[in-house]
């Protein structure tokens, strides 16, 4: 089976060419909605922040607010908060290799938001990066609500610069030019994908 690892710095389009992949039969794993589920109402990381930070942590789950509050206030927490929350969410990748390995897919797309600032791409096969012009970005992540320029700016601090990802990549969407070139140059990737795994033997779908 085939690991494709899709990233991309923060408003290049990298959801919506994730779901562009789904769309066309391969199934696709989601850190961030990984996270989203650990957080929910009695879930395992619910229970672990309500024991390193109770005030994020609640009846209905983690509240993300009360949570990023806290590690501002706390520089001890993030570290405490990735090494409890970090394995759950390694187990739930693992849980979804294992379902996609069983049902016999040959291609599988891992959409990590920080691919290479964790080091994933050395275990990934391939490794996709949406991309888009600077002002593109820029233009997109200031039109959400509550963003702002100095946030922006902390945000791309923490994340391997585009350029870095572009050299590091075997494939570059770009998502500059519209949804119809990103959505082609998506279905040339998955053609290649299962051409490979069929040609090693591995299932043709997904």
């Known amino acids: 089976m085939i690991t494709l690892g899709l990233t991309g710095s923060i408003g290049m389009g990298k959801s919506t060419t994730a779901k562009m992949f789904a769309e066309f039969g391969v199934p696709v794993w989601d850190a961030d909605a990984a996270v989203h589920r650990l957080y929910g109402p009695g879930a395992e990381g619910t229970a672990a922040i309500a024991r390193i930070a109770p005030v994020a942590a609640g009846p209905d789950g983690v509240d993300r607010d009360a949570l990023r509050a806290a590690v501002l206030q706390d520089a001890t927490l993030l570290p405490r908060i990735e090494a409890a929350i970090h394995p759950l969410v390694a187990a739930d990748r693992r849980a979804f290799l294992d379902a996609a390995r069983a049902g016999g897919a040959g291609l599988v797309v891992l959409d990590i938001p920080l691919l ?88 043709r779908h997904a």
């Open 116 to 203: 290479f600032e964790t080091g994933a791409d050395a275990w990934l096969d391939r490794v996709a990066v949406v991309s888009a012009p600077a002002e593109a970005q820029r233009a997109r992540v200031l039109s959400r609500p509550g963003m702002t320029e100095s946030g922006f700016e902390a945000i791309l601090a923490r994340q391997v610069p585009d350029a870095e990802k572009r050299k590091r990549a075997n494939y570059v969407i770009e998502t500059g030019d519209g949804l119809d070139p990103a959505r082609r140059a998506v279905a040339r990737i998955v053609a290649e994908l299962r051409a490979e795994a069929e040609k090693e033997g591995r299932p």
